[in-house]
């Protein structure tokens, strides 16, 4: 069995119960090194097998998942924050599907509600917005036309913007001429909940 779980925002007592339960049991731990607070693994067994899967590619990742299935293993996917937000699980999940590899997926705490909290904020305020976007800027990853940030900051709602931050004056243009107006409050959360967060209100 595999386990797809979210490891939380970056702080360590930030997994969930369930993430954290289905960590401490697992036989084999592949982490996202690059991602994910190295800390975690205190609550993995001694003996699992752990796994940086920054240093491997989506084959190698699966090749990894496959033997620990022969050997009667469990195995633990432990991605950053919540894995359905940005977690690129879709191509695992469709490797697993083709094997015929069962696996669940365990929920975490995305960083955009980390963020808030960095920032002592909440997202939906009456009169102001009830609404929250999620999205991201079209880089190496392109956003479908439709999705645009001008598209998204014409309905003048909270955006919460990913994965954007090397981009800020492209992003800012996009924001006012959709929208916003100038004045518009905005932050940049950095690592948020990590030892290092950093906020930027601008």
Known sequence: MIHIVGAGP???DLITVRGQKLLSEADVVIYAGSLVSRAL???ARQDA???DSASMDLEQVMEVMEQAERD???TVRL???DPCLYGAIREQMDGLDARGIQYDI?????SFCGAAAALGMEYTLPGISQSVVITRMAGRTPVPERES???FAAHGSTMVIFLSAGMTGELSDELMKGGYPGDTPAAIVYKAT?????????
């Not at 365990?106 to 995305?110: D, K, L």
Request: glycine letters at 16%.
């Open 194 to 202: 990590w030892p290092d967060e950093k906020t930027v209100r601008c």
């Open 49 to 51: 097998r752990i796994y």
């Open 106 to 110: 365990c929920p975490g705490v995305s």
């Open 10 to 12: 970056g702080a360590v």
């Open 72 to 74: 009667g293993l469990t």
């Open 79 to 81: 991605h950053t924050g």
């Open 149 to 151: 940030i001008g598209k």
């Open 41 to 43: 693994l205190d609550w």
